[in-house]
């Protein structure tokens, strides 16, 4: 009985092969999109999710508008429970045009990279960055989307810092695995403050954060406050927080995006659920002469059910199975594309398994009104219907 009803499943779906393709074509491209949709979510997180517990950052306790004096570092190392002090500037700029977007920052090497340890450069690379002051580090996928070399000149517009800057590729660094940005420049700190002297004697040893390794992961909160309390009251008062408090405060700030796309994440699959509901419907309305037949030879309610659930979830599942198939390569493109946007953007575990069930969902719930109309059919009803 099993196989039979297996085959009626089949010969149902192809009965009607354009409006199968075309409901097939639906689900695909809803899946697909819930899937960026949910990737994207993720790619806005990725910074937070990649942060690492034994990492503290110091900033000013007004904004990020405002510095820090440069003298904090000495005295934050005295801190029990802090292993190294490291610090940094946003250093922006513009890279022919404004559109050549791609993070620019102004930092201490030795202790940077010390603290960064997933950012992998080599050795022969970080000594020549070390003694370039006008050298920078740039990561692999930026190099690869600008053409940049070892050698090659980077020319930057001042914005934040004015001027016209040329700085020098010494290294190229990949990431330890893929969870890791591979967008940014590094340049140095020293030849930012030498400049700043000269220009802007009032900023100069001045940065923007400092970067605290911690001894004890656990030790977070308590360092924190003393860091805090260290510097209360003073021209510069600090807000200390984990590193991925501190990246959660800038995804904050695009909250109500990030819940519009969740919402139309949904409201894509509630749309095509719809359509496929519909489609459903129509088709048991072509064939309740025939599911009438089907009860007076002896089948029972149950397996009519089951030939109209069954042929719902063929359809929206291997039309999900498709959309999933989808998502990886739609994903890779999209990350290529946008990398300035979304330096990490992966499809995460959890995406497929989320996807798969808005498929299931999508079949069960088109199936339960026309299964519902179906069962209680009366086989003289349904007669009736037929010529």
């Known amino acids: ?77 005295q801190i029990d429970g802090v292993k190294s002090v490291s610090y940094a500037d946003w250093f922006g700029g513009i890279y022919i045009v404004p559109k050549n977007f791609f993070p620019r920052f102004a930092v201490e090497p030795r202790s940077y990279f010390e603290l960064y340890p997933e950012f992998v450069l080599p050795l022969d690379q970080m000594k020549a960055f070390l003694l370039d002051r006008r050298g920078a580090v740039i990561g692999r996928k930026t190099a690869e989307k600008y053409g940049f070399k070892i050698g090659d000149q980077i020319p930057l517009i001042g914005d934040i810092f004015p001027g016209n800057w040329t700085f020098v590729v010494r290294g190229i660094y990949h990431g330890i695995d893929s969870k890791t940005d591979e967008s940014q420049m590094f340049t140095q700190w020293d030849n930012l403050n030498e400049t700043m002297k000269k220009l802007m004697p009032d900023h100069a040893n001045e940065v923007g954060i400092f970067l605290i390794g911690l001894e004890r992961p656990e030790d977070a909160a308590q360092i924190a406050q003393q860091v805090d309390k260290f510097f209360a009251n003073s021209r510069a008062e600090t807000l200390t927080e984990t590193e991925k408090a501190f990246q959660l405060s800038f995804v904050a700030m695009t909250e109500a995006i990030l819940l519009v796309i969740q919402v139309v994440s949904f409201l894509i699959i509630v749309i095509i659920m719809a359509v496929m509901a ?110």
């Not at 999710?49 to 990020?64: E, M, T």
């Open 1 to 77: 009985m099993g196989a039979f009803l297996l085959r009626l499943v089949l010969r149902n779906c192809l009965r009607h092969p354009l409006r199968t393709f075309l409901t097939v074509l639906g689900i695909v491209v809803a899946i697909t999109a819930f899937g960026l949709l949910r990737t994207t979510i993720d790619a806005w997180y990725a910074g937070a999710n990649a942060s690492s517990a034994s990492r503290l950052i110091v900033r000013n306790k007004n904004s990020l508008n405002f510095t820090l004096p440069l003298y904090y570092r000495d005295r934050i190392a």
């Open 278 to 387: 519909n489609t459903m419907a129509m088709t048991a309305r072509e064939r309740r002469g025939e599911y009438a037949t089907l009860k007076a030879i002896g089948f029972n309610d149950w397996h009519v059910v089951a030939l109209i659930a069954g042929e719902s979830l063929l359809i929206s599942l291997s039309a999900g199975a498709a959309g999933i198939w989808l998502i990886y390569p739609v994903a890779e493109w999209v990350g290529h594309r946008f990398g300035s946007i979304f330096p990490i953007f992966l499809v995460s575990s959890a995406t497929p398994w989320m996807a798969a069930a808005m498929a299931l969902l999508i079949g069960v719930v088109a199936a339960i009104a026309p299964s519902w109309r179906a069962s209680t059919l009366k086989v003289a009803e349904g007669f009736r219907g037929i010529g």
